[in-house]
């Protein structure tokens, strides 16, 4: 979906790396809570809870970090003119709904669409990116079919 809005929007969507500033500072952290575990407190029997404390804590941060900043690699949708990431939501409803919502996405009711009772099942699913600053909307109908998620109608995009 996101590779056919970049080829629909040339200029207006691209794929941009969010900041790394945050991966860092988990990674930091935890690099600076093994450091002190190692040099700054003394191997005593009363400060072996806090050395322990301190290399769970700081693992866990190094290993949080290193996955965030992974994760973070990939590219999310950025909308140039509104200088902003477009926000991701997903809509899930029951298959004897699926006309209505593929109704509504080819109509591009993006507003009624959002105001439907969702249902917990994900048979019928839509991905929704919208932008917090302006009205541009684009959405796709997902159908779950035979283990596997099928688009149920074409990518609509609202400027």
């Known amino acids: 979906m996101c590779e056919a ?20 500072l988990i990674v930091a952290l935890g ?26 804590f700081g693992v866990t941060l190094l290993i949080v970090g290193i996955v965030y900043a992974i994760v973070r690699q990939s590219g999310a949708p950025y909308h140039v003119q509104d200088r902003c990431f477009l926000c991701k939501k997903e809509l899930k409803f029951y298959k004897e ?11 591009a009711d993006f507003t009624t669409l959002q105001q439907l009772p969702e249902d917990g099942v994900s048979a019928v699913t839509v991905v ?32």
Do not use: T, W
């Not at 809005?5 to 794929?15: A, L, R």
């Not at 690099?31 to 769970?56: M, R, T, Y």
């Not at 709904?97 to 109509?107: A, I, N, S």
């Not at 919208?130 to 959405?139: D, E, H, K």
């Open 31 to 56: 690099v600076a809570l093994l450091l002190v575990n190692g040099f700054l407190i003394e191997n005593a029997v009363d400060n072996s809870n806090l050395k322990s404390a301190l290399v769970l």
């Open 97 to 107: 709904r699926r006309e209505e919502v593929v109704d509504l996405v080819k109509r």
């Open 128 to 159: 929704l990116y919208s932008s917090p600053r302006s009205g541009f909307c684009a959405a796709q109908v997902f159908e779950y079919e035979e283990m596997e998620m099928h688009p149920a109608s074409d990518l609509v995009i609202r400027a």
């Open 5 to 24: 809005m970049y080829s629909m929007m040339k200029g207006v969507v691209e794929p941009r790396r969010r900041s790394m500033a945050a991966p860092a």
